[in-house]
């Protein structure tokens, strides 16, 4: 499984957010176009587990990490015909067609950063506390902690 975004800032700030750590990288951003047949639909009749391909699914759980990343997951099956058992979705007959890899350069990487971080996304809206995080963090403000 692989969890993918319906936002491109979203997408744009994975690519980048590590440029401070490693300014050698190439970060790249992965677009994928895909057509209504390439969704699981409904999954109280379409159980993503049992299809005979590759499929994209929303998750129907209430995971604020997901809902934040805007999140899609895709779904891979499984093939004895590759090394790994499972086909890269650039290579997957089905899918292929609609990926493409957008390069950053690495010099624009750090702007790009900031210009996603001025719109207001960054780690904390990207990876929300858990309440009970948050719950901890009142408690400790509370009684002084």
């Not at 692989?2 to 401070?20: C, H, N």
């Not at 992965?30 to 209504?36: D, I, K, R, S």
């Not at 699981?40 to 499929?55: D, I």
């Not at 929303?58 to 790994?84: C, E, M």
Request: hydrophobic share 40%; proline share 7%; glycine share 4%.
């Amino acid at each position: 499984m692989l969890d993918w975004t319906r936002d491109p800032s979203v997408a744009l700030w994975f690519a980048v957010e590590q440029i401070r750590r490693y300014p050698d990288s190439n970060p790249v951003v992965w677009q994928m176009c895909p057509e209504a047949k390439d969704f699981v639909n409904n999954q109280e009749t379409e159980l993503p587990f049992a299809g005979t391909r590759t499929k994209l699914f929303s998750t129907t759980f209430n995971i604020p990490r997901v809902r934040a990343q805007h999140g899609y997951f895709s779904l891979f099956k499984h093939s004895q015909d590759w090394g790994n058992g499972f086909v890269p979705l650039e290579k997957n007959k089905y899918l292929k067609e609609s990926m493409k890899m957008v390069s950053i350069t690495p010099g624009c990487a750090e702007e790009i950063l900031l210009e996603i971080e001025a719109k207001g996304i960054n780690r904390h809206i990207i990876y929300p506390p858990r309440v009970d995080v948050i719950a901890k963090q009142v408690k400790n403000k509370i009684f002084k902690k």
